[in-house]
């Protein structure tokens, strides 16, 4: 039974659409984030929720909207999708702030 | 100056050597230092965790921190072939971890 799991793993689309990625955890943890890996495996952090409440922002163009509607739950939304775009996101959980950070498998975004 | 630096490789050694990895920090206030290894195509997993200075010995892993002169490794005994992954040094600073490059090591059987 995954812990952190992903969906899609792999999402192939054109500039300008708009996609989402889901991501759910069965860990029990109070606290989700959205990473960022680039082409060249450098990992950043996007967003982070603790109890659905937002809770650090980095710098990310505001195409990027998170969502969590529950606590075992955090969404990303892109929105007019760039080539820039293109990585591979990483949903991951914590049990709290300053706990270990279990990741998910991964989406792989390619923006044509 | 990045806050994180790591030689992103690719590291080659053939099975059975030592090997090391390194990353440097900028910000002399960090206290929690961090090594996760990634495999192909999956997320990374915490490998090791270390407070403040010293070191840390799991198996055949040793997290070491220097923090005088803001330097932090990984070093691994007896390397195996299932070792090869691409390994992360992180750095916590309040609710976020910061991430070195990663460290592509391959070991050879």
């Known amino acids: 039974d995954t812990a952190v799991s992903q969906t899609p793993k792999y999402l192939v689309t054109q500039m300008g659409n708009d996609k989402s990625i889901k991501c759910e955890q069965n860990?029990?943890?109070?606290?989700m984030y959205w990473y960022k890996q680039d082409s060249k495996k450098f990992l950043k952090i996007m967003f982070s929720?603790?109890?659905?409440?937002?809770?650090i922002n980095e710098t990310v163009p505001n195409r990027f909207s998170p969502k969590s509607p529950d606590k075992a739950h955090l969404n990303l939304h892109i929105n007019s999708l760039e080539l820039g775009d293109s990585a591979v996101y990483f949903c991951?959980?914590?049990?709290?702030?300053?706990?270990?950070?279990?990741f998910g498998e991964g989406s792989r975004l390619t923006v044509l | 100056q990045k806050e994180v630096e790591q030689d992103p490789g690719p590291l080659s050694v053939p099975e059975g050597a030592i090997v090391s990895l390194n990353c440097t920090y900028s910000?002399?206030?960090?206290?929690?230092f961090m090594w996760y290894r990634q495999y192909s195509r999956k997320g990374p997993e915490l490998l090791m965790y270390?407070?403040?200075?010293g070191n840390k010995e799991d198996g055949r892993f040793t997290a070491q921190v220097d923090k005088s002169s803001k330097y932090i490794s990984l070093f691994i005994r007896d390397s195996q072939p299932s070792d090869s992954a691409t390994y992360l040094c992180?750095?916590?600073?309040?609710?976020?971890?910061?991430f070195g490059q990663g460290t592509e090591l391959s070991v050879k059987p």
């Open positions: 860990l029990g943890h109070d606290t």
């Open positions: 929720y603790n109890n659905k409440e937002l809770i």
């Open positions: 270390t407070y403040s200075s």
């Open positions: 910000n002399s206030a960090f206290q929690y």
């Open positions: 991951a959980s914590s049990q709290d702030f300053a706990g270990e950070l279990f």
């Open positions: 992180a750095i916590r600073q309040g609710g976020k971890l910061i």
